[in-house]
Structures are given as C-alpha cells and as structure tokens.
C-alpha cells in the first residue's frame, strides 16, 4: 500500500486535494520577476483577510518554527514568557533557551487552558517584554483563549504577544488586528491543506519598530529583511514557487466558500468527531469550551490498543488517526476533520474507526 493512498486523519500533514496538486504543477517561474510579483499580490489581500489584518503578510520556505524561533530572536530584549500547556508550547520555551534568550514558563496542565489572570499576575512582575502563546495546542486538543489573553497583554503596552495559530489558521477566526496581536504565523500542511514547507506571518508595526533595535536577529529569518522585500512584493530569499501555486489555488477555495461558511463547517465536522466520541464511551483530554474545531483529542480511558488499532484501520480502510503526542502518546490519540473534509468523508472515517474499534 503506498502512502499516497491513505487518508490521513492525523493533526498534520492532512489530506491534499487531487487540484491542489494539479495547480501545484503550474510552469516554474523566476523570483525576482514581474511573474513573482503578480503572484504574491494576487495572494495577499486574502491571506490578509485570512489574518484578520490590513498589515503585510510574509512568506517563508521553511516550517512554522523558523518563525517561532525568529519571534523570540526578533523582538526579546528583556526576557520572553513562553505559554506553556503542551508538547509545542513547551518546545517553545525550549527554543527560547537555546537561542541564549532569557525565558521563563507559564505552565499549565496538558489538557488545561492557559489561565488569562495568571499570565496578568506574571505580567505585572514587569520582567517580560515578549509573551509567546500556541492558540491551538495541537498535542492536547486544547484550544486556549486567544481573546482574552489578547486583552491582558494589551494592558502591558512594553510586551509583545506572538501567537501560533498553526493547527487553527482559517478553521477558526483570527483577529489580529483587533486583539493587537503582534506576531501571528502559521503554516501550509494544516487547515490549509497544502504539503509542508511553507510558513506565513505577519508582524505588527510596533514589532518591527522593536526588531529594528535588536541586535543578533540573524539573517535567513530577520523580519526587517523579510517587510524589506514585501514592499517590492517579493522574499529575502528563494521561496517554495509550487506551494504558492498551491496557496493561490487553496485561498480561492476558501474564498468561493466564504469565510464564515468554512468557520461554520468546521465547527459542524468537529461536532461530528465529539459525537462519534461520546457514543462510544470514550472521554475528551480538553475540557469543555477550551476544545479545539479543527481536531479532537480524545483520552484513552477504555484503554484500547491505539498503535493496533490504527494498524488495522490501515490495512482494511487505508486511513490512519494519531496515536496522542509526547508525555501522553498511547493514553490519548488525535482526530483530524480540517482542510477540505466534508460531512460525507468525516462520516466514512468515522465508520471506519467502529468497524475497526477493539
């Protein structure tokens, strides 16, 4: 059985569409041409809507963590407080140290939001200058308030607020602007349905003005190099030409949708996976209104074989789940219902996860 035959229903890389791939296929152009630049203005008013920004939004080869890594390198001159309630929110901190960044955590538990009153109350230390949040903390399924952690960081105008919205980017709203968020990224093989490799983001005015005066920020992933070359409608350096074909093709999609409906069918196929969990007596890993739209962790508390189930459902119905992420692998495992799924392929997958169920 080959790869490409199965289904993936794990949190990332999802499912690509057979036309996705077509208008990847487009004939390759150079990256300092008028060809280059039609591309990228063609693109960038709907990944801005997409955003939730009339900012730039930029375009990086590379995966989500370059940007991740380049946030704390960018805009730390105090010390960064990394968010930190799962396996990538905690790597965060682990980037944070490794950069030679002073950083600290605000923990909460895997499975609990991170708690809006404590980050205040860490805040008002006065020790941050950089606070890094993951919005849908995709190990856990836990999707934390973005909203309301937005409102306690803008009580701090010297902090910067840098938010991961890689497994929730257009499966659910995101209002930069309006919540003043000053660094959104995410990446390509999530919601967006696009193979790995591609990274976008957008940074504040007041996040530029504050990497302008930090030293070190390297060269490959320097935001001032990257708005640099946005004016021209270009990148600092060769982008993935195909995966922006792909891009260009996936926004229409979505645009042709219309935002609100796309919101609206993710919410619809994730109640979809909620109802198939309760019916068979399994428990959610995230509490109640902190659970993410675009994927389900559920805990394994009939405490089945997760890696044999997922073998068989393979085998017989060439799709695959996730069998949980890090500390909590084997005791959870991972449904996915974002990217282009409908309600007639979230409902095969999930006939195919009883047929299969030990």
Sequence with gaps: MSQKSVRLYNPGPINVSDDTFNAMGAAMIGHRGSDFVKLYEDIHPKLQALFGTEGPVYLST???????????????????????????????????????????????????????????????EGEFDVVT??????????????????????????????????SSFSAAPINTSENGIDVVLTGSQKALALPPGLALFTVSEKALERANSTPNRGYYFDFLEFHKNWEKMMTPSTPCISLLYGLKHQLNKIFNEGLDERYARHMQL???????????????????????????????????????????????????????????????????NMGDETEESIASMLDALTDTLP
Excluded at 68 to 95: H, I, P, Y
Excluded at 144 to 151: G, K, S, T
């Design 133 to 166: 949040l993951v919005h849908n903390e995709t190990s856990t399924g836990v999707m934390n308030p973005l909203n309301e952690i937005a409102e306690v960081v803008s009580q701090y105008p010297d902090v910067l607020l840098v938010v991961d919205t890689v």
């Design 270 to 336: 994730n109640s979809m996976v909620h109802d198939w969990v309760e019916e068979n007596n399994f428990q959610h890993f995230a509490p109640k209104g902190y659970r993410s739209k675009s994927l389900t962790c559920v805990a394994n508390n009939l405490n089945i074989d997760v890696p044999s189930w997922i073998a068989s459902m393979k085998e017989k119905h060439s799709l695959i789940i996730n069998g949980g992420y890090g500390k909590i692998k084997g005791t959870t495992f991972r449904i996915s």
């Design 62 to 124: 590379s995966s989500a963590w370059g940007v991740m890594e380049a946030a704390v390198r960018n805009l730390t001159q105090k010390k960064v407080l990394n968010c930190c309630n799962g396996a990538f929110s905690d790597k965060w901190l682990n980037v944070s140290e490794r950069c030679g960044i002073e950083a600290e955590a605000l923990t909460a538990e895997w499975g609990s939001p991170i708690s809006p009153s404590s980050l205040d109350e860490t805040l008002s």
